[in-house]
């Protein structure tokens, strides 16, 4: 693909992104919970190769249908570097955070991540930010306080993980907003998982254990997840704003609390819960600051609708 082409591609398209994010924050969701389980018997820094090892089924995929190996030249390395330093940092502090906290409390607390890239899309990418949504950003923060409880047991040591994580990916956020204009999509995720995994086996002559066939299949799973969700989010700030895109990540603490009361057995306490209705609310509000976007969201998904309508019979729709 043309660099020409994708610098077209950005901000073009607000309603996919929407699709994107919601897509991506639940696949991520779904490798949190692997990952979590993972963490019982392997280090960070093996459960990091190991998956890697396996994002690269999906990657190469991608990067066939990119068009080869000439998507992946970087026109930009030091971006890449700095984004996969980013994102390695990011990742060793939530899954450390994961092996402490349940998996609701830490997708809850690296909640701040959306607020942390509305805050930073102003001075960082030039996005126009009003007082309101500053406003709601401040109320969003107010939120990851009371989620983290400072009088009760969720407030300790282990809450600054995941907060320090959702900030680095409020950097590698802004960062792919950046590369994007001109890095392909398959590139910015090729030198990252490469990064990831070079990072992860570093630590292997200090922590490695044999893995028995079964863990194995998880490593498979979590690495073909995290494939599949890092492109999504890739796309998801090409295509839009990301003061825009970013509470719609949100959507991620419906698939923590399933998936952490179905597999650990874990019930959010009233403290979370309010929490996260603070934060999903002054996210909402910023969406609704976005009113040209709903706009031209609700033409796209219209769009889609026809689309799906004319390609199957439309008697099997009744929404057709």
């Not at 907003?177 to 392909?184: G, W």
């Not at 009361?261 to 976005?290: K, N, Q």
């Not at 609708?305 to 729709?317: M, T």
Request: charged fraction near 15%; glycine fraction near 10%; aromatic fraction near 12%.
């Amino acid at each position: 693909m043309k660099n020409s082409e994708l610098m077209r591609r950005t901000s073009s398209a607000p309603g996919k992104a929407v699709v994107c994010m919601l897509l991506g924050a639940m696949f991520l969701t779904a490798n949190d919970a692997v990952m979590k389980w993972l963490t019982d018997g392997y280090s960070v820094g093996q459960i990091m190769a190991c998956r890697g090892f396996f994002v690269f089924i999906p990657l190469s995929l991608l990067i066939w249908r990119a068009g080869g190996i000439s998507s992946l030249r970087p026109i930009q390395p030091v971006g890449h570097f700095i984004r996969a330093g980013l994102v390695i940092a990011g990742t060793f502090m939530f899954v450390t955070g994961l092996r402490y906290l349940t998996l609701t409390d830490a997708i809850a607390i690296a909640f701040a991540g959306p607020l942390f890239i509305t805050a930073l899309a102003a001075p960082l990418l030039g996005e126009k930010v009003g007082w309101r949504r500053w406003m709601a950003v401040l109320a969003g923060f107010v939120g990851i306080v009371v989620i983290m409880q400072p009088s009760g047991s969720a407030m300790q040591w282990a809450a600054l993980l995941p907060l320090g994580a959702s900030l680095t990916g409020a950097f590698r956020d802004i960062l792919t907003r950046r590369l994007s204009a001109r890095e392909t999509s398959v590139a910015l995720l090729f030198y990252t998982s490469l990064g990831m995994t070079l990072a992860g086996l570093a630590t292997a002559p200090f922590v490695w254990k044999a893995v028995p066939l079964a863990d194995w299949g998880m490593f498979a799973l979590s690495g073909m997840i995290t494939g599949c969700a890092h492109f999504l989010m890739i796309e998801t700030f090409r295509m839009g704003e990301a003061a825009m895109v970013a509470p719609f990540k949100y959507s991620s603490v419906i698939w923590a609390a399933a998936l952490g009361y179905f597999v650990w057995g874990d019930i959010p306490d009233a403290g979370t819960l309010s929490g996260v209705a603070i934060v999903i609310f002054a996210g909402l509000y910023i969406l609704h600051r976005e009113r040209g976007w709903v706009l031209t969201s609700s033409a796209t998904l219209w769009a889609l609708k026809e689309r799906l309508c004319r390609r199957f019979k439309s008697e099997a729709f009744p929404w057709c």
